[in-house]
Nanobody, 119 residues
Framework: QVQLVESGGGLVQPGGSLRLSCAASGTMFSIYTMSWYRQAPGKQRDLVADITSSSSTNYADSVKGRFTISRDNAKKMVYLQMNSLKPEDTAVYYC?????????????WGQGTQVTVSS
């Protein structure tokens, strides 16, 4: 079982920066693929970035070069550094933890944190 708590959201002007944090509790954090998703009003939840247990990263095209995902296994934390923010980045951002075994799949979600980019 993994519990996830996001923080760091807020209101920021276009061009500004925010750093989201995701605190995890539970066991075996280091073997989970950790991801950030976002969901704007009336839209589906989309992958923003993920980072594997070996720290390989993947980004949505819309955030490449602006966002950076990282993890600290000792602290059980995942971060999303967001720079050059645009109004279209406005959404609720969710942290997730995922792993798969031959028998089972595990997927956990946080409660989300609101990011609003507006002047």
């Amino acid at each position: 079982q993994v519990q996830l708590v996001e923080s760091g959201g807020g209101l920021v002007q276009p061009g500004g920066s925010l750093r989201l944090s995701c605190a995890a509790s539970g066991t075996m954090f280091s073997i989970y693929t950790m991801s950030w998703y976002r969901q704007a009003p009336g839209k589906q939840r989309d992958l923003v970035a993920d980072i594997t247990s070996s720290s390989s990263t993947n980004y949505a095209d819309s955030v490449k070069g602006r966002f950076t995902i990282s993890r600290d296994n000792a602290k059980k934390m995942v971060y999303l550094q967001m720079n050059s923010l645009k109004p279209e980045d406005t959404a609720v951002y969710y942290c997730s933890a995922e792993r798969h075994t031959p028998q089972l799949s595990y997927l956990y979600w946080g409660q989300g944190t609101q990011v609003t980019v507006s002047s």
